[in-house]
């Protein structure tokens, strides 16, 4: 195999960014993002170009294969590169230094089930520690290959071949899907049965439904369905002690669900490789609204009311007056909410009306013509995405590809997502808000905006998620942006569990949150979550560092980076 050779099945992946790699900025894009970082320094900063695959130097695998594997192994540089590291800010900025420490040594493309117990069995006999790799988009350090010196290789699973959808329960709107199927490939294989998962997380493009599910992920619905584990009927992995699968049932009080033991496991326990997961019709009745608030406060209460109402809205996006005029919505001197509703059964009318009817009794206003505009027979899907929604949705979209440009002007930009309950929220909204700008302002030395969006509701609280952009170099030293990112997160990890809220709501422990789950679980859980890992896995084989150490493995010190 040559060494621009994949396995891959798929489109180019930019290795050291996000997206695929024929996917660029817009000259109008580029020039934006520009502008912004030489008004977030005073000056034009220095760009460092972006990395080629000549660019880095690999050492060769450190474990030989045996035969009955090496067709479905690559040691290639791009899917060795690939494979070493996620999406987070730390990914991109080391990717941009050229400074890739922890390669697996080899990457599988399993194509059936039989093929990942063959990789399973022989890792587990030769101490090689295994990641499972779903489409590689985790931002919290889940996939990277950081084992420490215990194990004598690494291999990096990628179930890319494990992407079909097997088999469609019509009746009980169900099917069986496997765990390596890409957010789009799942859905256009459910289009022509007039089926739809929808969990459309950000990531949807680069995501794998296995990856969801290992991750608990957050998707489309801002209530009601949040989660991939409402989605979830029954599972199937595969553990280095056996198959480990579940039945399929609408509800279950049969003792602890293994299923949960699964959803959100991080690929510790096992690697799913499919399942039965419950649909929905396609849509077909859609509304939307964007409404304004004089004051965050105004905005929080209505919104608490909309999720307490039963109304269960499809988006409740609140953004404070800052992340409004960060995505370009309104000028920031109001906070703002984009709303909508929609069903597969009948007109949500009656569901949009009441939801303005509690909008305006917390002095929001809303532009009456263009609800009335979307709530019209007929009218297209594509209203909803218009005025205020249509704009913060398309930044939303195409954030993660501004930042690879963000992170070569050495500017910082980074979120982090939590939730709290009603009664706490405003304690920890405004301390988070004032604690991290302290944080910033000590390691960056200059004040910076820390906007707030709620992704998710419930009636007993929010998800708030922060964002905030700092000044790391204008020099083009990314070592300097990369240690001021480190300081910053273990704090605002520290800042959010200390004010009460959970150091991640949907983007997974994986490594760089480690110091903030350690602090809001139970010890008494995590010994008894790495009992059960070693039931299951009793070589500590994987992903190890993830959620828990195995037991009786020395890894490397905990920590973001350590």
């Not at 913060?392 to 980074?414: E, K, Q, S």
Request: glycine share 10%.
């Amino acid at each position: 195999m040559s060494e621009a050779a994949t396995l891959s099945r798929r489109g180019k992946l930019r290795f050291y960014g996000w997206g695929y790699a024929d996917e660029d900025l817009s000259a109008e894009e580029v020039a934006r993002v520009r502008g912004s970082a030489q008004r977030l320094g005073g000056i034009a900063p220095v760009e460092v170009s972006a990395p080629q695959l000549r660019d880095f130097e690999l050492p060769p695998p450190r474990v030989a294969l045996p035969s009955s594997l090496e067709s479905m192994m690559s040691a290639t540089p791009y899917d060795r590169l690939v494979h070493s590291l996620g999406k987070s800010f730390a990914d991109i900025v080391r990717m941009f230094m050229r400074a890739v420490s922890n390669p697996p040594d080899w990457v599988a493309f399993p194509r059936s089930e039989e093929e990942v117990i063959a990789i399973l069995d022989w890792a587990s006999g030769a101490n090689v520690a295994v990641i499972p790799f779903g489409g590689g988009s985790s931002v919290c350090g889940g996939v990277e290959p950081a084992v420490g010196d215990g194990y004598a290789g690494v291999v990096s699973v990628d179930l890319q071949y494990l992407w079909k959808v097997l088999e469609i329960d019509r009746s009980s709107r169900a099917a069986r899907i496997q765990a390596g199927a890409l957010g789009p490939e799942l859905e256009s294989q459910l289009k022509p049965h007039a089926l739809t998962l929808r969990h459309f997380p950000q990531s949807l493009q680069l995501s794998t439904l296995g990856g969801w599910i290992a991750t608990r992920s957050g998707g489309h619905y801002a209530s009601l369905y949040t989660h991939i584990d409402d989605f979830v009927e029954s599972t199937r992995s595969v553990t280095p002690s056996g198959i480990l699968e579940t039945r399929r049932l609408p509800g279950s009080g049969a003792g602890p669900s293994p299923d949960r033991m699964m959803i959100g496991s991080e690929g510790i326990l096992g690697i799913i490789t499919e399942a039965w997961m419950r649909l929905q019709d396609r849509p077909s009745h859609q509304a939307s609204a964007a409404a304004s608030f004089p004051t965050m406060a105004d905005a929080v209460a209505a919104v608490r009311a909309l999720s307490q109402s039963g109304l269960f809205p499809t988006n409740c996006r609140l953004l404070d007056p800052a992340e409004a005029r960060n995505n370009h919505v309104g000028d920031g001197s109001t906070a703002i909410l984009v709303l909508g509703f929609e069903s597969a059964d009948h007109p949500v009318n009656a569901w949009m009306a009441r939801a303005l009817e509690l909008v305006a009794d917390h002095r929001g206003s809303y532009d009456r013509d263009a609800v009335a505009r979307s709530l019209a027979p007929g009218n297209p899907a594509t209203e909803h995405r218009q005025g205020a929604a249509g704009q913060w949705r398309n930044a939303f979209i195409r954030m993660p590809y501004y930042r690879d440009l963000l992170v070569a002007l050495g500017v910082i930009t980074d979120t982090f997502e939590t939730a709290i309950t009603w009664d706490r929220f405003e304690t920890l909204y405004e301390g988070v808000r004032e604690k991290t700008r302290n944080v910033i302002r000590e390691t960056c030395g200059h004040d910076a905006t820390v906007s707030c969006r709620f992704t998710h509701i419930y009636p007993d609280g929010p998800a708030p998620y922060f964002s905030y952009s700092a000044l790391g170099t204008t020099t083009g030293d990314l070592s300097s942006s990369l240690a001021k990112w480190r300081q910053i997160k273990l704090a605002t990890n520290e800042i959010v569990v200390g004010l009460g809220g959970t150091v991640t709501h949907h983007h997974a422990v994986g490594r760089d949150h480690r110091s903030g789950y350690e602090r809001q679980s139970s010890p008494v859980f995590r010994h008894a979550l790495a009992a059960a890992k070693a039931a299951l896995d009793p070589a500590g084989i994987l992903n190890p560092g993830t959620l828990i150490d195995p037991l009786g493995r020395t890894l490397p010190a905990r920590g973001v980076l350590s």
